[in-house]
């Protein structure tokens, strides 16, 4: 059991690293291009990590491993990557 634990911080301390890299290089697209507000910078990439992860949580290996809150999640994605742009505001 506290191997899994182990694994378990380090996977967490693996996840955080990446997302905050991943957080700056988003960051860092703010302002390259004089005519696009971030807020468009934000919801492009919100509706791109939806779909790339909905498509991600639907891999049939990954499917079984999912919960209740998981596929919630992943239902909520998917309703936010198909609504209308009109919808999001």
């Not at 779909?51 to 919960?67: C, H, S």
């Amino acid at each position: 059991m506290d191997d899994k634990i182990a694994q378990l911080g380090k996977a967490d301390a693996a996840i955080e690293k990446e997302v905050a890299a991943f957080m700056n290089r988003i960051e860092a697209l703010f302002g390259k291009w004089e005519k696009v507000e971030p807020k468009y910078i934000v919801e492009s990439t919100l509706l791109t990590l939806c779909a790339e992860m909905t498509k991600l949580l639907d891999r049939p290996n990954l499917a079984e491993y999912m919960g209740p809150a998981t596929l919630k999640l992943s239902n909520a994605m998917a309703d936010y990557r198909d609504s209308r742009i009109v919808d999001r505001g």
